[in-house]
């Protein structure tokens, strides 16, 4: 079976969806800090998966999971990935990011199970020499963060070299939308990135909607992202670990859609698709936000066969079925 860690979070869970409908046996780990039950609950009514909850930064847990389990592969999500939090609590990001990791991928190798995609992130890049972005740039992390996810690419290499366990790094940029059918969605607590909180004031008019900054150096001012549908995004996973199985070799790639968008211009699509008048301010800029990111996906494109299908529209859309749904609100009052 295939071992999700962080399977009960927002790019964890829509990835176990993805693989049980290529009919993938998942073994979901997570230690509950960031995921939620209820998502969990929803994957195991829908298909091969079994959850296990345990925590990265205890041995015996992944120990005990390693034994009890025929583990042929593992997609590694579980991590904290709030840059902001990450400057406040340094400790917390290294501890769990990257000694949480190097306890899985001791127990790998114990194990013999030698394949691994790992979620990592265009914030290992820092603030941008040149845009598009592509996987050749210099990786100089401007937070701990995106230092925690570098160090792991890192390890990971060393692992290979000294084990020859194989390592796909996925450098995500900006991620959006929701499953189609309402199932689960993004849900994070609380809530900081942009489209979620721009629908929060579609859907609560009492709540303006807070642009960080108007004063970057890009078309409108503010700042421009990369914002790839989750659903795409959980696709490139099952083909990065299908191309590890095939070609047995480390590789990295990044995952966006190749086109940048500002905040202005995604508040004024969420505007248009949702019909409606939001609540805007301008505000200070947020610490550590690079103006501008976006990334060249060639490379994704060409080894992996992978093609990012869904509209910034679509994220908007299913993002609101999600929200409206009121299913976050029924579980936060149970
Ligand atoms: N942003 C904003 N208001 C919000 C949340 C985010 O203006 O309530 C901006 C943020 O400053 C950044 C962009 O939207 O420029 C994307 O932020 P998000 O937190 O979604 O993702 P990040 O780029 O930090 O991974």
Redesign the pocket.
Known sequence: MLLITGGAGYIGSHTVLNLIENNYNILIFDNLENGHIETVDTLLGLGNVKFVKGDLRNLKDIDNLFSSYNIQGVIHFAAFAL?EESVKNPGKYYINNIYGTINLLDTMIRHDVKRIVFSSTCATYGEPLYTPIDEKHIQNPINPYGYSKLAVEHIMDDYDKAYELKSIRLRYF?VAGSDEKGRIGEWHEPE????P?IIKSAINESKT?????ADYDTKDG??V?DYVNVLDLAEAHRLAYEYLLRENKTDVFNLGTGNGHS?KEVFDTCEKVLNQKIPVEIRER?AG?PAK?YADITKAKTILKWEPKRTLEESIKTNYLWESSSKQEEFINV
Do not use: E, P, Y
């Not at 900081?192 to 489209?195: D, E, K, P």
């Not at 909607?209 to 900054?213: E, T, V």
């Open positions: 840059v900006n900081t990135h942009l489209i909180n909607f807070n642009i960080f900054g503010t700042c992202r905040v947020r936000d990111l």
